[in-house]
């Protein structure tokens, strides 16, 4: 086999991986997003206090967390997501 065609193989699985690698990141962002919106409106737990920021459970699932307005919220109380800021969810006490 001559060397240039060995340059153009590799040249094309390099080509070939590198799609498959944006084809992976694309699919993986679109499903977090898709799940991001799904946990407003959701109830969760106060896994550690929210002082400003700490940590959630919704859904099964540990978040980071911060309250609406920026109050302290101990660990075991009951929330409600109600929106998300980055892969931040903000978080009240239901009324």
């Known amino acids: 086999m001559e060397v240039t065609s060995v ?18 990141a694309l699919w993986r962002h679109k499903r977090a997003s898709a799940g991001e919106v799904k946990l407003i409106g959701e109830l969760g737990q106060v896994e550690t206090k929210l002082e400003p920021e700490g940590t959630v459970i919704v859904c099964g699932e540990l978040w980071r967390a911060r309250s609406i307005d920026g ?4 660990a075991e109380t009951r929330v409600r997501a109600v929106g998300i800021h980055g892969h931040l969810v903000m978080v009240e006490i239901p009324h």
């Open 7 to 24: 340059i153009a193989l590799v040249a094309i699985a390099a080509v070939v991986a590198g799609l498959c690698l944006l084809v992976v």
């Open 71 to 74: 109050t302290f919220i101990a």
